[in-house]
Nanobody, 119 residues
Framework: QVQLVESGGGLVQAGGSLRLSCAAS????????MGWFRQAPGKEREFVAAINWSSGSTYYADSVKGRFTISRDNAKITVYLQMNSLKPEDTAVYYCAAKHPMNNRYDYWGQGTQVTVSS
């Protein structure tokens, strides 16, 4: 059974940093795209960043470019989201997800971790 388990969320002041982790298990994720999404109260879920597990190619939403960095650790089967220069508008529940390259939609989702940025 595929599991994606996020951790690392919390409360931080504006300008601070957090690193989210997503531990993946239950199948081989080679060539999968691993993504981070977020959903703020009253808003739709939005894409934040993604990385291809095999190539390491990365993709970012414009709103986080230059502040967030996605990476992966093959040995630990874990994807990270390093978030720097956090803003109050980054406050949301952050979700990890996995997508087979042949699919248009993400197949697997984690339970989410709360990130709150105070002003």
């Amino acid at each position: 059974q595929v599991q994606l388990v996020e951790s690392g969320g919390g409360l931080v002041q504006a300008g601070g940093s957090l690193r989210l982790s997503c531990a993946a298990s239950g199948r081989t994720f080679s060539n999968y795209n691993m993504g981070w999404f977020r959903q703020a109260p009253g808003k739709e879920r939005e894409f934040v960043a993604a990385i291809n597990w095999s190539s390491g190619s990365t993709y970012y939403a414009d709103s986080v470019k230059g502040r967030f960095t996605i990476s992966r650790d093959n040995a630990k089967i874990t994807v990270y989201l390093q978030m720097n220069s956090l803003k109050p508008e980054d406050t949301a529940v952050y979700y990890c997800a996995a997508k087979h390259p042949m699919n248009n939609r993400y197949d697997y989702w984690g339970q989410g971790t709360q990130v709150t940025v105070s002003s």
